[in-house]
């Protein structure tokens, strides 16, 4: 099982970043999958959930409006879109994935990525 995230980077604040997962080694088709975030010093926090089937999508208040998360058409693959970004939303960003319903709690997923770092200068 893998869980691979891409298209993080350094960006000035006001400017968008797009982030991938994907995930590899089994049937995700079923599974819940979200994105989490840690910046140094900070626990992770939750960030963004998309169900299996898409139907349900689930923002922490301080990126609601402002990242989207959805699917692709191709399999096991999942998108943050991130806009008007702000420096605030530093930190190392995590894909993560769970069978059943989405959750907002790290504890909930069984399957991370290595994380990718984003960076938003002032």
């Known amino acids: 099982v893998q869980i691979v995230e891409s298209g993080g980077g350094l960006v000035q604040a006001g400017g968008s970043l797009r982030l991938s997962c994907a995930a590899s080694?089994?049937?995700?088709?079923?599974?819940?999958m979200a994105w989490f975030r840690q910046a140094p010093g900070k626990e992770r926090e939750f960030v963004a959930a998309i169900s299996w089937n898409g139907d349900t999508l689930r923002y922490a208040d301080s990126v609601k409006g402002r990242f989207t998360i959805s699917r692709t058409s191709a399999k096991n693959t999942k998108i943050l879109q991130m806009n008007s970004l702000k420096p605030e939303d530093t930190a190392v960003y995590y894909c993560?994935?769970?069978?059943?319903?989405?959750?907002?709690?790290?504890?909930?997923?069984?399957?991370w990525g290595q994380g990718t770092q984003v960076t938003v200068s002032s």
């Open positions: 993560a994935a769970r069978e059943g319903a989405t959750a907002t709690t790290s504890s909930s997923y069984g399957y």
């Open positions: 080694g089994r049937t995700f088709s079923s599974y819940a």
